[in-house]
């Protein structure tokens, strides 16, 4: 799969992690929400075609249609769904696109639909205009200031109309986290890890014998209460959010989303039912 490379902010060594945390609480940052969705690079082959990526493999030179991605789809509803999606942006956007065709730029769009749904709450048909990037031939991702400014005079012209479709158009849906100093949530974060720092002496408290479940717990406690402060949804149904610091992208995420998700994962398929009229 073609991702863009997170962290977990409960695997940052202390100092980092309390400057991290110091930034989601104080500075008011704007963070992009997380979805449920399906992932999937766009750009305008040299034939004129959209062609399409979600693997390495798919950044060739042959046009990767929309039938092509849609069909690796378990269900038929995924692949109906994706189909209908795609089928659209070449619809309604290929006037608009904004890089010529058989230029290298691509563009992220994550397709939502009720079909996607696993643990978090049920997304009605749309598609996200994430950003635009280079991918080398291994899937690694760059963008430049360039590419950039050429998407933003792209989102507007491409969400016009905006209703006249089965999927709505979105672009790069951001939130700004709110300033929450007087919760006291950073500062007992603050006094937890400090401590922990001192017992260890400055060590990497995260991995430290006797210290490992403490520290998870620590560290868990604090996105729980950054999530519940920034967010009405319950834990177990809120995807998280991710965000720039410094030189990495960060993700924040409940545990308890992640046990919601994998333990759906699992549930047996039901069995069934005859004779009803869906």
Not at 110 to 138: D, M
Not at 245 to 269: C, G, H, M, N, V
Request: aromatic share 10%; glycine share 6%; charged share 25%.
């Amino acid at each position: 799969m073609l991702r863009e490379a997170r962290e977990n902010i409960a695997v940052a060594d202390g100092e980092k992690l309390l400057q991290i945390a110091d930034f989601l609480c104080h500075q008011t940052p704007v963070v992009r929400p997380i979805f449920e969705c399906v992932k999937v690079f766009v750009r305008l082959h040299e034939s004129g075609q959209f062609t399409y990526a979600r693997h390495p493999s798919d950044l060739g030179t042959t046009v990767v249609a929309a039938t092509d991605i849609s069909s690796r789809m378990k269900s038929i509803e995924r692949r109906l769904a994706i189909r209908e999606a795609l089928e659209e942006v070449e619809f309604r956007c290929q006037e608009s696109w904004p890089f010529s065709p058989g230029s290298s730029s691509w563009i992220l769009v994550e397709v939502l639909h009720p079909e996607f749904k696993i643990a978090a709450a049920e997304n009605k048909p749309t598609i996200i205009f994430r950003k635009a990037v280079r991918l080398s031939s291994k899937g690694k991702q760059t963008s430049t200031p360039l590419l950039e400014r050429m998407f933003n005079s792209f989102k507007p012209t491409c969400l016009e109309g905006n209703d006249n479709g089965a999927f709505q158009f979105i672009a790069d849906p951001a939130i700004q986290l709110s300033n929450i100093s007087g919760a006291g949530l950073f500062s007992d974060f603050r006094e937890q890890v400090e401590g922990m720092l001192h017992l260890t002496e400055g060590a990497d408290f995260l991995t430290a014998k006797g210290l490992k479940t403490l520290s998870s717990d620590v560290v868990n406690g604090f996105i729980d209460g950054l999530l519940e402060s920034n967010f009405e949804m319950p834990l177990h149904a809120n995807p998280g959010f991710y965000f720039h610091f410094e030189d990495s992208t960060y993700q924040i995420r409940s545990r308890k989303f992640s046990s919601s998700k994998e333990e759906k994962k699992t549930l047996p398929a039901p069995l069934p039912v005859f004779g009803i009229v869906r």
